[in-house]
């Protein structure tokens, strides 16, 4: 079984005058097999039941079967539709639909229904809302507290740019993770992340640790842009700078042949190396593979990333 989106309308009508770019074919480390098990079929039921996006399917994920299949899955809300432009996503474009107010509940049950012991809940950009989505995010935080008491909540938000106090909302809802991912370093930004600002990033990240003190904050990057490896060490200093725990580093894989060009695949020995380095810098938990994504595995790494704090007093 395989993954199907829909074509109807274009996905990303802003991409469709961009010169192609060729789709590089993938080296053997990065091949996954396609999702086929029974329990992904039950996974994909259990989100259409209650009328859920996810980012696993949106963004085109290579690791859909694997998590999936271990019921794992990242609830993507604010609806489907993006108002960014960013060049590397495969998230549909465009002017987005009226919020469902049944949403955050939908979420929390479908939480509930899966038996997840830690769930990520992402979004799309909604620039068009006053406060970005921020407070349909504690409203999801708050019914999933309801409806699975025992779970731990991780969000991966927006930048919020503009959007004063709308981070506020988010962290007073106490999600046990905040994650807002960098994505690419600074020097790429205007070609890859044109709608969003590093150092305001950075300062959200910094904010969302003042603002609980007691949680945990992460971040994940993307190589593969044409960044170089001084570049990627600067990012990791200005991450700890702003006092992040996690970080995460992946691969970019090119969706189209009008998204960014991809200009390399980085090896599995050179994101040990990257790994061996963020450790160094001092992050407490740090995820480096070719095919790491922000919520990959993001149910064991929460444990693991409660320990470290714990075993460095």
């Not at 802003?14 to 074919?25: G, I």
């Not at 949403?103 to 899966?114: C, G, H, I, S």
Request: hydrophobic content about 40%.
């Amino acid at each position: 079984m395989t993954t199907v989106i829909d074509r109807t309308a274009p996905r990303h009508p802003e991409k469709a005058h961009r010169p192609d770019s060729p789709v590089l074919r993938k080296p053997e480390w990065i091949r996954v097999k396609a999702p086929v098990s029974r329990a992904y079929a039950q996974t994909k039921e259990i989100v259409r039941a209650h009328k859920l996006h996810t980012v696993c399917e949106e963004a085109a994920c290579p690791n859909i079967g694997e998590c999936w299949t271990q019921r794992h899955a990242t609830m993507m809300i604010l609806g489907d539709t993006c108002t960014r432009a960013c060049a590397f996503c495969n998230v549909k474009t465009g002017l987005p639909t009226a919020l469902d107010a049944e949403e955050p509940e939908n979420v929390a049950r479908a939480t509930a229904k899966l038996g997840l012991k830690h769930v990520v809940v992402t979004s799309v950009d909604r620039d068009d809302l006053a406060d970005g989505g921020a407070e349909h995010f504690a409203q999801t935080i708050r019914a999933i507290r309801r409806h699975s008491p025992g779970t731990s909540i991780e969000v991966l938000t927006p930048d919020f740019l503009r959007k004063d106090g709308a981070l506020d909302v988010v962290m007073d809802a106490r999600p046990d993770v905040f994650n807002h991912n960098l994505e690419t370093v600074p020097r790429l930004y205007l070609s890859v992340r044109p709608g969003a600002r590093y150092f305001a990033s950075l300062r959200l990240l910094d904010r969302a640790r003042e603002l609980v003190p007691e949680g945990f904050t992460k971040s994940g990057l993307m190589v593969g842009l044409g960044e170089s490896r001084e570049e990627i060490m600067q990012v990791m200093d200005d991450l700890r700078a702003a006092r992040v725990d996690f970080l995460t580093i992946g691969q970019y894989l090119q969706p189209t042949k009008k998204h960014a060009p991809l200009a390399r695949f980085w090896t599995p020995d050179e994101f040990k190396g990257l790994e061996q380095v963020a450790r160094a810098k001092g992050f407490l938990m740090v995820s480096a593979s070719p095919l790491t994504r922000s919520s990959y595995h993001a149910d064991s790494d929460f444990a693991a990333l409660k320990a470290a704090r714990t075993a460095r007093g």
